[in-house]
């Protein structure tokens, strides 16, 4: 079965690239707190030229672990560099945010996709999403974010994760979401332990029974820092590997940090499948 993913007037039958634009001020800070957008505008500006097909603005720097950044904060950064990357760039953009006001805010500013780790559980964000017309990306969590990776729990975590997501796609499409718009995302790293991950990744072809396109999100996540004894920013052939693993398995969309290495190897692969 093959899916064709639409966005908007977008269509893809290749995999797709979703670039992390991270807009907080460990980020893209100017010195005080504020993002710089000349600064994320030239990082859009790289991740485009390397083949990222979506930009993925986030605002919240802390999610396992801290406290939660405010509305106000998460509004400042990233509705004036979604209007600022909107207005230079022809291009998709993601919303990764979990409130309704940010989403609302966002989509007005022109973000063309709602990326929510929560999967539109918080107060509003069903409305929102199904007022704005825009896909949607509704990703698994076990826990809250404060404290989700305490003691993760699973009697089998693919089937677990499965269901839930096929509630909350019920849910979306009771609120008025039409269902071609929905993504889904069984959340690597969130609210899962070491084994719990690499057991998604190595059935994440069962995902496919949902008849919805798959985005998987890997790129630089603990799963590898743990399994190698590396820091994050080592990490990119780790993630590049897992990224092709999970293309070998029907995920569409790739959500990751370092394009170009990613593109070419999803192109690799590609070829292949092409060959065959
Ligand atoms: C701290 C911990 C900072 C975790 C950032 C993160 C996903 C996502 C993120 C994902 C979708 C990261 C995460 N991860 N959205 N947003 N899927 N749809 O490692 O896996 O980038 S934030």
Redesign the pocket.
């Known amino acids: 079965m093959t899916i064709t993913l639409n966005i908007g007037p977008h269509q893809f039958k290749r995999p797709v690239i979703m670039g992390?634009l991270?807009v907080t001020p460990d980020s893209f800070s100017d010195g005080g707190s504020y993002v710089s957008h000349e600064q994320a505008l030239a990082r859009v500006e790289q991740m485009l030229k390397e083949g990222a097909d979506i930009i993925?603005v986030?605002g919240?720097?802390?999610?396992?672990g801290a406290a939660d950044v405010s509305l106000t904060e998460e509004l400042q950064r990233t509705v004036g560099v979604i209007k600022a990357i909107k207005q230079r760039f022809d291009c998709l953009v993601s919303i990764?945010t979990n409130k309704a006001q940010v989403m609302q805010q966002a989509v007005e500013a022109g973000a063309d996709i709602i990326?929510?780790?929560c999967a539109l559980t918080n107060p509003g964000a069903l409305e929102v999403a199904a007022d704005s017309g825009v896909p949607v990306?509704i990703?698994h969590m076990q826990g809250k974010?404060r404290s989700m990776q305490a003691n993760p729990q699973y009697d089998n975590v693919v089937s677990e994760v499965i269901t839930y997501l096929k509630q909350r796609v019920e849910s979306c499409v009771a609120a008025g979401i039409v269902e071609s718009n929905i993504i889904v995302?069984p959340?690597?790293?969130?609210g899962k332990t070491l084994d719990h991950n690499f057991q998604l990744l190595a059935q994440l072809n069962e995902f496919k029974q949902l008849g919805l396109p798959i985005?998987?999100?890997?790129?630089?996540?603990s799963m590898f820092g743990k399994l190698l004894g590396k820091s994050p920013d080592s990490l990119m052939a780790a993630s590049v590997a897992g990224a092709v693993l999970a293309a070998q398995q029907g995920a569409h969309i790739f959500?990751v940090?370092d394009v170009q290495e990613t593109a070419d190897a999803l192109n690799v692969y590609s070829k292949v499948q092409m060959s065959k």
């Open positions: 992390i991270n993925d986030g919240e720097s802390t999610r396992p990764d990326n929510d780790v990306c990703m974010p995302d959340g690597f790293g969130f985005l998987a999100g890997v790129s630089r996540k959500r940090h």
